[in-house]
Each structure stands twice: as C-alpha cells, then as structure tokens.
C-alpha cells in the first residue's frame, strides 16, 4: 500500500519555468490538499479538493494552480515559477479523518 | 484570523524522561485536533488525535490532553526515546459536515532526546 506518493522528490527550476508537481494516493480518499512548509513554520495550505471535480484556495494560492479530474491524482502546478516558491510542498489525503502526508517535494526556484 | 501555536520551539529531554508539548489553538469552532511528528527529510506522521467531546486520548505511549475551556491542547510521549526526536505539530480542523480535509497548522516543537 503505497499511501501518498509525489514526484519529483527534489526539482530546481529556473525564475519563470513552470512544472507540475504529481500528487497520487491509493487510498480511495475523499479529500486531497497540498501544503507548503518554509524553514521554522508550519505547513500552510495553497489549495485543497474534497472530491474529482472540486477544487477551493487555501491560505496561499497565488501562483499555483490545482485540478482533481480523479480521485487519485491531485496536482500541483506552478505556472511561472518565482524564488518565493522557494519551499518544500506536501500532499495529503484524507477521509473525514487524519490527513495523510506524503514524502514531500523539495523545489528550489534560481 | 485563525491560528494554531506551540508554547516553546524546542524541547530537550533525556531518554527515559516523558515529555509534555504544548499547543494553543484559537479557533473555539475547531472540533477535530491531530498531533503529527516529522522527521527530518519526511512528510509528517500521524500520531494521534481527538475529537473536541473528549477530553483524554491514550494511545502507545502517547497521550493527547483537551481543553476546551482555555483552548489548549497537549502531547505527552511517556519513556521518550531518541526515536521520538522529531518536530512535533498539532493541527485543527473542522471534522464535521462542513470537513474539507483543511488543517490548520502550529509552528512546530523540535523535541532533542539526550541519550
């Protein structure tokens, strides 16, 4: 049972490339969300889905977009990358209980 | 607005010793609260949680304390082990028909286990 998987686990990308960061949970889990989490904080949400077809903001959205067209996969794309972005970003999964993480992303915008 | 925060960044304990962390929370429409643990390189891990109509939850070695009255929230790790260092984090969220899966995150307690 894999739980939440994302890839990559490490990405460096250049001011203004995009990318998709992949979220997947094989947990037939209704909720997915994706978080950042910077030196010396906690995660904040950018944006969360309670269902395929459902998507809202979180705390932090500018600069990222989210689709949910399955119930499984949840990603994450930065559109026009700034070092701000400059962060390590988790997806979580959950069902009506305790989200679920999973190993993280490490994206470092030059 | 809403938010959740942890009495002390660090907490250094020696192995064997418990260990009590702390957490406010401030949003008294909170029902649902998590404790996670995080090492190093990795996602955080569900410890343990509690729904705001209890008071006391016990799991393997852990307990989680609720006080509604002065919205405060506890981890304790009973006979710590310098495998429970990590930084622990508590989070808030709404678990009933208005649940979105949305956490609201403390900033975190680093817990150092002395050998």
Known sequence: NAG?????????????QSMTLQCAQDMNHEYMSWYRQDPGMGLRLIHYSVGAGITDQGEVPNGYNVSRST?????????????SQTSVYFCASSNRAAAFFGQGTRLTVV | GESVGLHLPTLSVQEGDNSIINCAYSNSASDYFIWYKQESGKGPQFIIDIRSNMDKRQGQRVTVLLNKTVKHLSLQIAATQPG????YFCAETTHGSSNTGKLIFGQGTTLQVKP
Do not use: I, W
């Not at chain 1, 939440?4 to 203004?16: A, M, R």
């Not at chain 1, 119930?71 to 990358?81: G, K």
């Open chain 2, 84 to 87: 429970d260092s990590a930084v």
């Open chain 1, 71 to 83: 119930t499984e996969d949840f990603p994450l794309r930065l559109l026009s990358a700034a070092p």
């Open chain 1, 4 to 16: 939440v998987t994302q890839t990559p686990k490490f990405q460096v990308l250049k001011t203004g």
